[in-house]
């Protein structure tokens, strides 16, 4: 069974202030996705990674992915308000269908 | 999100009625998803279905079923509905091409009281 661990599960940080979500998976897969969600809201596609060492940019967020360590990481820098937000990674389970399996999510609270 | 729509967008039922959510897309994909969305489990897979009248189950599917008579359409039905079913329901579309991401619907709120 595919397990997805992320951590933490909540982070509250000031405003320019760098940080890192982690997200460790069980099993091996070579498809890992970042989500955005706002409360209330739907998920958001942020990334998908898909092979060993990618490593993706969008404005103040970056992902990678080691597929070696079944780790992948979404790091922040200098945060800003607007980046407050519940972000979830999941990982493709192999087969035909290719299922998502999702982490428990971060709750980022970004502080002024 | 363009190209999937869910209804309705909120539900409150009484325990024990059936209940029935529909996820409709444009896109014409074969892989469609129901999860459920939780408080400390982030979405959990319910059932999926990778073509019309082809369906199988996930990890919480015990309560639920569902139904694709038709490319653009998936039911998920809870037969007698229970208070532990009171969740947020997401489906979602797998577009199967790299680099891309599965695509969410905006969420059923199910309140069962």
């Known amino acids: 069974e595919l397990k997805v661990e992320q951590n933490p599960l909540f982070l509250s940080m000031q405003e320019g202030k760098n940080y890192t979500i982690y997200c460790n998976y069980s099993t091996t897969s070579d498809r890992l996705y970042w989500y955005r969600q706002d409360p209330g809201k739907s998920l958001e596609s942020l990334f998908v990674l898909l092979s060993n060492g990618a490593v993706k940019q969008e404005g103040r967020l970056m992902a990678s992915l080691d597929t070696k360590a079944r780790l992948s990481t979404l790091h922040i820098t200098a945060a800003v308000h607007d980046l407050s937000a519940t972000y979830f990674c999941?990982?493709?389970?192999?087969?035909?269908?290719?299922?998502?399996?999702f982490g428990s999510g971060t709750q980022l609270t970004v502080l002024p | 999100d363009a190209g999937i729509t869910q209804s309705p967008r909120h539900k409150v039922t009484e325990t024990g009625t059936p209940v029935t959510l529909r996820c409709h897309q444009t896109e014409n994909h074969r892989y469609m998803y129901w999860y459920r969305q939780d408080p400390g489990h982030g979405l959990r897979l319910i059932h999926y279905?990778?073509?019309?009248?082809?369906?199988d189950k996930g990890e919480v599917s015990d309560g639920y079923s569902v139904s694709r008579s038709k490319t653009e359409d998936f039911l998920l039905t809870l037969e007698s509905a229970t208070s532990s079913q009171t969740s947020v329901y997401f489906c979602a579309i797998n577009p199967r091409r790299g680099g891309y991401g599965y695509t969410f619907g905006s969420g059923t709120r199910l309140t069962v009281v």
């Open positions: 999941a990982v493709d389970i192999s087969g035909s269908a290719r299922q998502l399996t």
């Open positions: 279905s990778y073509g019309v009248k082809d369906t």
